[in-house]
């Protein structure tokens, strides 16, 4: 029994660690005007970032089409794979999950090896890290309604609070959702949202960043006993900071995401994001 | 002059004031019991007289900042409270009082409002069921009434408005026990309550060194001395203007000026209204004690006028009228002086120069309140209190459902908030008050409505700023005001103003026109020029322990003036982020917050 897990790039794995746990990790499309960079293989996250900072073009983000899922399935059922689960950013946030879906049933007829193509209906770390402990158990031979199931009720219990340093880039992207709420206002502030089911929701608005950052654990820390942390960051100094944060909470391991540059086009420079896996 | 049909109706009006000084004697011995319409005319004496005294009570500020209100406030709050009586025939002594509570309850305004509308309610309580009252009564009413105005704060302060009430009652319970007539019995409550108000500055340091006594306390002494004068057979002159500061009580008339015969009341929508404009064309009309409130979409006028139609016709060339209403205040002033002048056999003269009785000063104008664009509120709807044109855009742009113009030049009635709650489209609601004597107000409302209510007591408009930035669009109605409560502690505020008099407050000299920085409510620097006194509110603020500045600039100061003494700001805190936005504040060139 050869289960391999497949996810989009927007699941913001690391590659090394990608490489060590078994993921195959399908790049969306990131856009300057008439530039295309496969997402985290034809551009890196410093590079996008300082683009992003520079650039007189705002980056726009697409699907890639439904053959380069075909071509990472076959490829791994060529490689021996008697299931595939792959898991996908939220089907309302982008058309990655869909064209999964289109690919599957392609090579699924083809090939008579099932493919399970989970919907996470979040995004980031917010999947990326139920997919990391699934491919663990994938590695230890579990059958592929084991491991679906057990990622579903993994992103059952995933939580995600991020601050943004501005709502623009959601706005641009149209991501906005009922985070429209908090457009429109006078004072710049830094809003923090949450990724849930499918949609980003408005929490609060606040006036400096190290508050955001305290707020974002006070928030998470609510939300029950906790089994897993996890951090998806823009750069590094988010990144430390959401760290401290997280210990304030939390003591075990915290792995760090990076939010990389399709999330990033839709969250702007300096966002940082804590996720939490809830026992319950 | 009194018309000729009106006087002739009252013949004995033409009578000698000496017959009427020997009447009054005569008459204050006489009284042992009120009825309902006893205590209606004292009360209403009582509030003509606190009426004619606003602006003094107005100047006794702690701080000399330029929007003391006290006296505004517990003067609209009488207003409120003899709405209702002031036609009424009623002869139950209960009747009257009950309906005082309500009308004060109803329009109570600012911090002292509040407590002299629990001061009414306690005396409307110990009157329940009485018909008529003794002197015994009254001063076991008023006995009620001190405890119900102790329990209406939170925190009792002495040498406030609190322990005057209560040593009030004390002497009224003394004057009581030796057998005292009304007239005894108020004239000790009113000795009382002036030794206990010239004692608030021993028990209260802040007005010590302010050199005042109580402001609240000062306008119930007032209330108390008007009602006194009614005993007497004095009648009382409310007069509005400011040229009528000099107070002089005419026995035995009621004075009636003709020259300002009706009180204009409306509001205007309109574009670019200037406020302080419309106040000057209105009273160079002849308009007398003109109020003008609101922001550049909305003005709500309040003037007396020899000629309404031309005041109307100047609103209508100014934008849209709303809720206009007109009253005759001569007619008013004639019907009561001519009640009084029956009931009492007063001398009725027509000559004094004062602008209104007490029976006309009626008129509460209908509450302007601005509806924000209707957007998304959810279950949990925010009201909030603002003045100023860019306060109130940078409420709506945050989010609340609907904006009480108000708070530092006037403090809005428990009615107008009540209101702008119960026209929310949400069952839970979020008061701001946004000022710190609008929060008793708005405490207040909880009680009068079936919807939930929860007050964020936010005493000024960076702190409501701050709450509202907390608000958690998940979040229910309790966690929401839990943690809008802890977010208005992590803001500092700094005002700026002119003083408006001569003070030393804690070894701090501010001459009258100084420019004065008030660091969270206290005053803390003053000098000629407005950037010292900016640089120094900030160092007070420990401006660099915190990392974002915002200067919201005020209806007196341009975005340039403001975007220099920002560039000033980034110099003198280099590492903090400064934003400038447009306030519109009145009185206050700067309002400024660390966060």
Request: aromatic residues 6%; contains cysteine; negative net charge.
């Amino acid at each position: 029994m050869t289960v391999r897990v497949v996810v989009d790039s927007t699941a913001d794995i690391p590659p090394a660690r990608a490489r060590e746990l078994g993921i195959t990790v399908v790049p969306l499309l990131v856009l300057f005007g008439d530039e295309e960079f496969r997402d985290g293989v034809d551009i890196t996250n410093e590079e996008f970032y300082r683009r992003l900072a520079t650039s007189p073009v705002m980056p726009t983000t697409a699907t890639p089409p439904p053959a380069l899922f075909e071509q990472a399935f076959r490829s791994l059922i060529a490689d021996g794979a008697t299931g595939i689960l792959a898991i996908h950013i939220g089907s309302e946030l982008s058309a990655s999950y869909s064209t999964s879906t289109t690919a599957a049933s392609v090579v699924m007829r083809d090939t008579h090896v099932p493919i399970e193509v989970i919907d996470s209906r979040t995004v980031s770390a917010g999947f990326g890290l139920p997919a990391e402990i699934v491919a663990a158990e994938a590695r230890q031979g579990r059958s592929l309604e084991e491991l679906a199931a057990h990622a579903r009720d993994l992103l059952s219990r995933i939580h995600l609070i991020a601050v943004l340093d501005t709502l623009d880039f959601l706005q641009r992207g149209g991501r906005i959702g009922r985070a429209q709420a908090m457009l429109g206002t006078l004072l710049s502030v830094k809003p923090l949202i949450e990724v849930r089911d499918s949609a980003v929701v408005p929490l609060e608005k606040v006036r400096t960043r190290s508050k955001a950052l305290d707020r974002i654990g006070e928030l998470i820390a609510r939300r029950g006993e906790l089994e897993a942390v996890a951090i998806a960051e823009s750069d590094e100094t988010v990144g430390k900071q959401l760290e401290t944060v997280a210990q304030t909470f939390w003591h075990g391991p915290i792995e760090h995401f990076a939010l990389g540059p399709v999330v990033g086009t839709h969250a702007g420079p300096g966002a940082g994001a804590i996720v939490a896996l809830t026992r319950q | 002059m009194l018309n000729g049909g009106q006087a002739g109706e009252h013949p004995e009006t033409r009578m000698a004031g000496n017959f009427f000084s020997r009447f009054a004697r005569q008459r204050s011995k006489h009284i042992s019991v009120f009825n309902g319409q006893d205590l209606k005319r004292a009360v209403m004496a009582g509030h003509a007289w606190l009426e004619q005294h606003r602006d003094t009570i107005n100047a006794l500020n702690v701080f000399p900042v330029p929007d003391g209100d006290t006296g505004t406030n517990m003067s609209l709050t009488m207003r409120a409270a003899t709405k209702d009586i002031a036609d009424s025939n009623e002869l139950a002594a209960y009747v009257i009082a009950e309906r005082l509570s309500r009308g004060a309850l109803m329009g109570a305004r600012g911090n002292s409002g509040v407590i002299l509308s629990q001061i009414l309610r306690g005396m409307s309580q110990g009157l329940t069921g009485k018909s008529t009252f003794t002197a015994a009564e009254f001063a076991v009413a008023l006995d009620g009434a001190a405890k119900l105005a102790y329990q209406a704060v939170i925190k009792p302060v002495e040498g406030t408005i609190l322990t005057v009430v209560r040593e009030s009652a004390e002497a009224a319970q003394a004057s009581a026990a030796r057998g005292s007539d009304m007239s005894t019995l108020f004239e000790d409550i009113v000795a009382s309550a002036r030794a206990s108000v010239s004692r608030t500055p021993d028990l209260l340091p802040a007005l010590k060194q302010a050199g005042v006594v109580d402001a609240g306390g000062q306008g119930l002494l007032m209330l108390f001395e008007g009602m006194w004068r009614y005993t007497r057979g004095e009648s009382i002159h409310m007069t509005v203007g400011e040229a009528e500061q000099q107070v002089e009580v005419h026995k035995g008339t009621v004075a009636i000026e003709e020259d300002f015969g009706y009180e204009v009341v409306f509001l205007v929508h309109g574009e670019n209204l200037d406020v302080a404009s419309v106040r000057d064309t209105i009273t160079a009309m002849g308009g007398v004690s003109t109020v003008v409130a609101g922001d550049s979409r909305l003005l709500k006028v309040h003037t007396h006028t020899p000629t309404p139609g031309k005041v109307l016709d100047y609103g209508v060339s100014l934008g849209s009228l709303q809720d206009i209403n007109i009253e005759n205040l001569q007619e008013q002033s004639l019907r009561y002086a001519a009640e009084s002048a029956l009931e009492h056999g007063r001398v009725f003269e027509a000559h004094v120069s004062a602008v209104e009785s007490g029976g006309s000063a009626t008129a509460v104008a209908t509450p302007p309140v601005v509806q924000a664009p209707v957007r998304e509120v959810g279950e949990i709807g925010v009201v909030a209190v603002a003045a100023g044109e860019g306060w109130v855009k940078v409420f709506e742009s945050l989010g609340v459902a609907s904006i009480v113009p108000g708070g530092q030049t006037m403090n809005p009635s428990t009615e107008e908030l009540l209101k702008a709650a119960e026209d929310c489209p949400a069952s839970k609601i979020i008061l701001l008050p946004n000022n710190g004597n609008v929060v008793m107000s708005a405490r207040q409302v909880a009680d009068l409505t079936s919807k939930q209510i929860c007050v964020i007591p936010t005493d000024s408009l960076p702190q409501g700023v701050s709450a509202l930035l907390a608000f958690n669009f998940e979040g229910s109605l309790d966690e929401n005001c839990r943690a809008m409560e802890a977010a208005i502690r992590h803001v500092q505020v700094a005002e700026i103003t002119r003083a408006v008099r001569s003070v030393q407050i804690d070894s701090i000299n501010v001459a009258e026109g100084d420019i004065i920085g008030l660091v969270n409510g206290h005053l803390v620097t003053a000098d000629t020029e407005i950037e010292s006194v900016v640089q120094e509110a900030l160092r007070r603020m420990h401006t660099d322990e915190h990392e974002i500045i915002t200067v919201y600039f005020g209806g007196d100061t341009s975005r340039y003036e403001a975007e220099r003494m920002a560039q000033k700001i980034k110099e003198w805190f280099p590492s903090q982020e400064i934003e400038v936005v447009e306030g519109g504040q009145p009185y206050y060139s700067y309002v400024i917050s660390a966060e």
